[in-house]
């Protein structure tokens, strides 16, 4: 788990990964298949051969292609377009212990910390109105949409893998959800999938908190680190500097013409 290979750790779900080759039957490119927004999805895509960029547009014309910011950018001189430009980061939980009083940080009054397991339905109005139409990761589509396409999968496992125990979700007094923290194992590697909150002063804050409690619950849990993905353009990128996490890259999301 702790192996590296060509700039990432190794998980226990390399052997899925997918590669595409050349009009000569080399090898240029491996990825992890998903969907992402609609378009068939090259996740975590590695450069492995000569000159994959031809072999990308002329193969996989509609595909969302998630790598370097090298690969990225010859695709947009191809005439790719950008889906999304993101940081990874990463905690270390043992070579830095989150405080012991995180797992229990306060939420505020009348708020209270629950466990990951309410249907989408419910957990759907706060994480939605958490990503308004001039948020940097709103989804386009319609409720609908958004709920079935993204919400959720995420929360039946189906696309980031399971919601760890360490999951949170916040609600009031009258047993709404107002915010949450899922975390998931993607891959065999522990992954923030989402942070949101209710907008409101109230909820000021609300994200770092639960977030502390949950990286609290996740050291407890006998975790050694978690990572999560962060739009360039996302201002929590600084929460999250000041959580401890840490940059460990930056990828381009495109699609390919």
Known sequence: MDMIM????????????????????????????????????????????????????????????????????????????????AHEMRRDLVACPPPVGWSSHALGDGLRAVPCDRDAAAVFPAWRAAFPADHPDHHRGSDEEALDELLTP??????????????????????????????????????????????????????????????????????TDISLVVSDANPARRVYEKLGFQLTGTSLTVVVP
């Open 154 to 223: 995420m929360l039946a496992g189906s696309v980031l893998g399971p919601v760890l125990a360490c999951s949170a979700l916040v609600v009031d007094e009258t047993d709404r959800v107002v915010a949450g923290a899922i975390v998931t194992d993607r891959d065999g590697l522990p992954w923030v999938a989402d942070v949101f909150r209710q907008p409101g002063a109230r909820y000021a804050g609300l994200g770092a908190s639960l977030l502390r409690r949950v990286l609290g619950a996740a050291a407890a849990d006998g975790l």
């Open 6 to 85: 060509q700039g990432r750790r190794v998980t226990e779900n390399d052997e899925q990964r997918h590669t595409l080759t050349n009009g000569q039957g080399v090898p240029v490119l491996t990825y992890l298949q998903g969907v992402r927004e609609g378009h068939p999805w090259a996740d975590l895509a590695e450069v492995v051969g000569p000159d994959p960029v031809g072999t990308i547009v002329s193969r996989m014309s509609g595909w969302a292609v998630s790598g370097s910011v090298e690969l990225g950018e010859q695709l947009l001189r191809r005439g790719a377009r950008v889906m999304r430009h």
